[in-house]
């Protein structure tokens, strides 16, 4: 079992809130996801960490940013939510030089009214 | 870049039969082929990989085929039971001992496993 938390399970806003989801691992990896899931289930890329102080955009654009203060957090951020950001966000790591073998949290469920 | 496709996007099966899900990538660099498994209200989870070296990997009810000329693999489960329903994901990337090799992953199979 992956010891990768995230909180909150599902969340529900309206529109032009400031939201933070909350992503932890204890396993001292480095290399952390956040994926977006739609409701089609494709899995998108929307940010990246190698570690601490080392961010990167994924393959789809995202209006939400992240930051990597610690090893263990990488929380996702939207400064003002919309309901375009409704979504399942998955949050993952990985211990691979080579970012194989990806851990997932159980994902937060985002509605924006 | 990397470009995954897979098939089918849904799959519903009788209990004890096989099921099949194939995929096809795109960039011939790719080495590593992940498949996840991601169960109602969970985050996908890794259950079998393949890398370039090697044409078939085992465990237990599944299985993953490689064919590399051709640049496709598949996902077997054999004796298909009611808690192989999920949703299967395959993926692809460039494993390199220098750089980060992004995963590329298909679009899912919603498995039904009917009893």
């Known amino acids: 079992e992956a010891d990768i938390y995230q909180t909150p399970r599902y969340l529900v806003i309206g529109t032009g809130k400031k939201i933070t989801l909350e992503c932890s691992q204890t396993m001292g990896h480095d290399k952390m996801y956040w994926y977006q899931q739609d409701p089609g289930m494709e899995l998108h890329l929307i940010h990246y960490?190698?570690?601490?102080?080392?961010?990167e955009k994924g393959d789809l654009s995202s209006e939400s940013t992240v930051s990597r203060i610690r090893t263990e957090h990488f929380p996702l951020t939207l400064e003002s939510a919309r309901p375009s950001h409704t979504s399942q966000y998955l949050c993952?790591?990985?211990?691979?030089?080579?970012?194989?073998?990806?851990?997932f949290g159980s994902g937060t469920q985002l509605s924006v009214l | 870049g990397e470009n995954v496709e897979q098939h089918p996007s849904t799959l519903s099966v009788q209990e004890g039969d096989s099921a099949v899900i194939k995929c096809t990538y795109s960039?011939?660099?790719?080495?590593?082929f992940p498949w996840y498994k991601q169960e109602l209200g969970k985050g996908p989870q890794l259950i079998i990989d393949?890398?370039?070296?090697?044409g078939e990997k085992k465990d237990q009810r599944i299985a993953v085929t490689l064919n590399k000329t051709a640049k496709h693999f598949s996902l077997h489960i054999t004796e298909t039971q009611p808690e192989d329903s999920a949703v299967y994901f395959c993926a692809a990337s460039r494993r390199a001992t220098d750089s980060w090799g992004k995963l590329q992953f298909g679009a899912g199979t919603q498995v039904v496993v009917t009893p």
């Open positions: 993952a790591s990985s211990a691979d030089r080579g970012g194989e073998k990806l851990f």
């Open positions: 960490s190698y570690g601490v102080n080392s961010t």
């Open positions: 960039d011939s660099a790719s080495n590593y």
């Open positions: 393949i890398r370039s070296n090697v």
